[in-house]
């Protein structure tokens, strides 16, 4: 059974820094690529980073480019989502996945989920 468990959600004022995190469980995730969708009150489940377990390489929506950084550790089965320079845009529900595809930025490629973190910004 996959385990997909979000930490770190909350409450900051606009400009501040949020870090989440996403502890894998389950089963090896070493061919995987790990991210980070958002959702936001009435609007669709969003990209907003991905990470290829394996080679590392990141990928990022035009928004958080420079403000989000993705990454991972290995000996936790954990990865995180440093979230610096937040704006009130940035308020949604953020959910960690898990995908079998190199790569993947649309919901439909991903079959693992986490049940989301809260993360309000307020202005």
């Known amino acids: 059974q996959v385990q997909l468990v979000e930490s770190g959600g909350g409450l900051v004022q606009a400009g501040g820094s949020l870090r989440l995190s996403c502890a894998a469980s389950?089963?090896?995730?070493?061919?995987?690529?790990m991210a980070w969708f958002r959702q936001a009150p009435g609007k669709e489940r969003d990209f907003v980073a991905a990470?290829?377990?394996?080679?590392?390489?990141?990928y990022y929506t035009d928004s958080v480019k420079g403000r989000f950084t993705i990454s991972r550790d290995n000996a936790k089965n954990t990865v995180y989502l440093q979230m610096n320079s937040l704006n009130p845009e940035d308020t949604a529900v953020y959910y960690c996945?898990?995908?079998?595809?190199?790569?993947?930025?649309?919901?439909?490629?991903?079959?693992?989920w986490g049940q989301g973190s809260q993360v309000t910004v307020s202005s």
């Open positions: 990470l290829s377990w394996r080679g590392g390489r990141t």
């Open positions: 389950g089963r090896t995730f070493s061919s995987y690529t």
């Open positions: 996945a898990a995908s079998e595809s190199v790569g993947a930025t649309t919901t439909a490629a991903y079959h693992y």
